[in-house]
């Protein structure tokens, strides 16, 4: 069986490294899944859930942020700048940051940059929020 040997990274650790059968991303145009001998690109990713079925056949699931995924044949590079597994997901700091963000965006009149960064936040945290909520469902 063909498989993938998939990296994602963000600037302060390797979040995963290892084989998989399929890679499922968040891209700009929606989910962009991956399996071996997909034809080669690169497109940026947006804050959400990247869904990795490893070689054994487990799904694991990772919230990550903004990014690019370079796909090859045999490879797949996710660069972004947050990657978490569910297991280190802490859903009630999630849920606070949602609130606040949420919060900030109906109570204050945020310029160009603080807006933008007050909307990635939120993005971020209800991603995290997406997968750890995932394991009930």
Not at 44 to 65: D, K, N
């Amino acid at each position: 069986m063909a498989l993938l040997n998939l990296e994602i990274v963000t600037p302060e650790k390797r979040a995963y490294s290892g084989s998989a059968r399929m890679v499922v991303v968040p891209g700009a145009e929606g989910e962009l899944g991956i399996l071996p001998d997909h034809m080669p690109l690169m497109t940026q990713i947006l804050p959400g859930e990247v869904q990795v079925t490893t070689e054994s056949g487990e799904e694991l699931y990772l919230a990550v942020g903004e990014g690019f995924v370079e796909v090859c044949p045999d490879r797949v590079s996710v660069l972004t700048d947050m990657a978490i597994e569910e297991v280190e997901i802490d859903e009630k700091a999630a849920e606070e940051a949602v609130a606040r963000a949420e919060r900030e965006l109906r109570d204050q009149a945020l310029g160009g940059e603080e807006l933008a960064t007050v909307q990635a936040s939120l993005l971020k945290s209800l991603a995290q929020l997406k997968v750890k909520r995932r394991s009930r469902h």
